[in-house]
């Protein structure tokens, strides 16, 4: 008798703790062990391009989607679905970072206000900008690594980028470089994700820096697994189909420039410890290095641009581990082909977009964004930047990035890829 109870305990842990791994694991891979052992179907014939009402829907039983339906709306109206709010520690509130003269001069903050009042949409440029990214996805020529993949096969930690606001039904899929730190900002007004003194958030900039960035403030799509199970998918493809999908970016070179100076130029330990070290050792011969980062400015020893661009190119790089957030391609942190933006802008137009997204969203009236972060790494500093950059590696740094090139309109930089 005793001998059957303890195996029909033994069983019970057993099976506990066989689903706590299956959770655990699928919390990580998604259905993305399908997509690698699978070869990817071709794409279908060109049918009417899709719009935000068009989704992947079909399949599932209506006692399902009504279920769910019930769930999103709940969310909407009494924000059940977005999470805790989050107390952060009182700090010194300011609307207006302190930064050293090597920041200022790297980070460029300019904090005077422009006139950005336009039409609803000047000179048609989001409807250009969205059919020629759809135009693309639907090409079936234009190829370029997991294209071609649904939204099914992207596992969950590919989704970290999308941060969602169940109050106002926006999501933004946020590029680091591309004023991320201030849209985050506005998410979390919007939200009211985190608290200061009991009391949501009304002005972005009272936001402090430290906590834009902590991951713990936002609720994104790859957390839904451990809140809605089974049900996550289906959930994400109902909030992508209902609510406004957002995204900024910007010429894919220059972003490259601002994130190795903000990196690499800055003292930042974690960078050097886990970037600048392995570079400077592979591609500068160095060995022997600082502990710090400080220890190594002092010593005059910094990673080099032409270092940073052999990293890129490096195939051993990313057998290792993904590209950071900050020089990862924006189609691999945002899925642009199986997800339908509503609202593309561009850290190049970023006044006139801002106020053109915020209106559209119709909380232009609620906040506004906060005033520019001006572009101290501009798009004509390209040649100085790369003119000791051997030519073959800026054609391979093209084709490196060359999908963000295109996909967002961006022209292609044959000044520099050209004796």
């Known amino acids: 008798m005793t001998k059957t109870r303890l195996f029909r305990l033994w069983l019970v842990l057993g099976s506990v703790f066989m689903v706590l791994l299956i959770i655990v694991y699928w919390d990580n891979v998604g259905t993305a062990h399908f997509y690698l052992h ?23 039983p209506s006692d399902v989607d009504a279920f769910l339906q019930k769930l999103l709306s709940g969310g909407l109206k009494q924000n059940a679905l977005s999470g805790k709010r989050t107390e952060q520690p009182s700090v010194p509130a300011s609307s207006r970072p302190v930064l050293s003269n090597a920041e200022e001069s790297v980070r460029g903050y300019d904090w005077s206000t422009r006139d950005a009042q336009q039409g609803p949409d000047p000179g048609g440029r989001q409807a250009e900008r969205r059919s020629v990214l759809r135009g693309l996805c639907a090409n079936a ?97 109902i909030k992508l189909k209902k609510y406004t999908k957002f995204l900024f970016v910007r010429d894919p070179f220059v972003r490259l420039i601002s994130a190795f100076r903000s990196k690499f130029q800055l003292e930042n330990e974690e960078f050097y410890r886990k970037f600048a070290v392995p570079m400077l050792k592979m591609y500068a011969n160095h060995t022997g290095l600082p502990a710090s980062v400080s220890e190594a400015f002092s010593a005059g020893l910094k990673v080099s641009f032409a270092n940073f661009i052999q990293y890129l190119l490096d195939p051993r790089t990313e057998k290792l581990t993904p590209f950071n957030e900050h020089w990862r391609q924006v189609h691999r942190l945002c899925h642009p082909c199986q997800i339908d933006y509503d609202f593309v802008g561009k850290l190049e137009t970023l006044d006139q977009d801002a106020a053109q997204l915020l209106r559209l969203l119709k909380v232009d009236k609620l906040l506004h964004f906060p005033p520019s972060y001006r572009n101290r790494t501009a798009s004509s500093w390209e040649e100085d930047w790369f003119a000791t950059i051997p030519l073959a590696w ?26």
């Open 141 to 237: 020529s234009f190829v370029f690594p997991a294209k071609e993949r649904s939204f099914d096969d992207i596992p969950n930690y590919e989704l970290n980028h999308l941060i969602v606001d169940d109050r106002h039904g926006v999501i933004y899929c946020y590029v680091p470089k591309v004023a991320c730190t201030n849209w985050k900002r506005v998410m979390i007004v919007l939200s009211e994700s985190l608290l200061d003194r009991g009391a949501p958030y009304r002005d972005p900039l009272d936001i402090p820096r430290e906590y834009v960035h902590n991951s713990s403030t936002h609720l994104t799509f790859n957390k839904f697994w451990r809140r809605y199970g089974k049900f996550s998918r289906h959930l994400m493809k």
């Open 38 to 60: 699978t070869s990817f179907p071709r794409p279908h014939p060109l049918e009417p391009l899709p719009t935000p009402t068009h989704g992947a829907e079909k399949g599932f």
């Open 394 to 419: 800026r054609q391979q740094l093209y084709k490196l990035y060359e999908a963000d090139f295109v996909l967002f309109g961006y022209p292609k930089p044959e000044n520099l890829l050209r004796d």
